[in-house]
């Protein structure tokens, strides 16, 4: 939710040698749809039931994967993710995201909410996001961010 994993990921990838994929993007290619189109369609659950299908295929690779901030919520899919991946929060105070991400479109999960409820949605899952194996400040330019997440990719 706007802590610059595309970006970010994209980066270590590309400083790894390694594939990179964006889950959405992966779900998106797999419905033949676009994420706000699936939430108007189908709804947030089948958007999950693709989302996890779509995580256990992006996993089987030598990948780095961008994960929707939602992903980590579904216990099956943090599961699999702490057994197969090097986990990363990439942490950015609340404020910070939302001057990112509050007055952009496209967003389904932040779509007619305020930002009080967009901050109690984020708080919401904070828990699962600072059970990763790492934590990096994603408060910085991505470029720096990218470099320490490479580190710990590699490592």
Not at 91 to 100: G, T
Request: negative net charge.
């Amino acid at each position: 939710m706007g802590s610059g994993k595309t970006v970010v990921g994209a980066a270590v990838a590309e400083r790894a040698h390694a594939e990179f994929v964006d889950l959405d993007r992966m779900v998106e290619k797999a419905a033949g749809m676009s994420i706000p189109e699936i939430f108007d369609r189908a709804g947030e659950p089948v958007f999950r039931g693709l989302e996890k299908k779509t995580l256990e295929l992006a996993l089987r690779r030598n990948t780095v994967v961008a994960l929707g901030g939602g992903t980590v919520m579904d216990d099956a899919s943090w599961s699999l993710l702490k057994d197969e991946a090097v986990t990363v929060y990439l942490e950015v105070p609340f404020a910070s995201l939302w001057r990112r991400i509050g007055h952009l479109s496209g967003r389904p999960l932040i779509a007619d909410r305020s930002r009080d409820e967009v901050e109690a949605m984020f708080d919401g899952r904070r828990e699962r996001y600072e059970q990763a194996m790492h934590r990096v400040n994603a408060d910085r330019d991505p470029s720096v961010v990218a470099e320490e997440v490479a580190g710990l990719w590699s490592a």
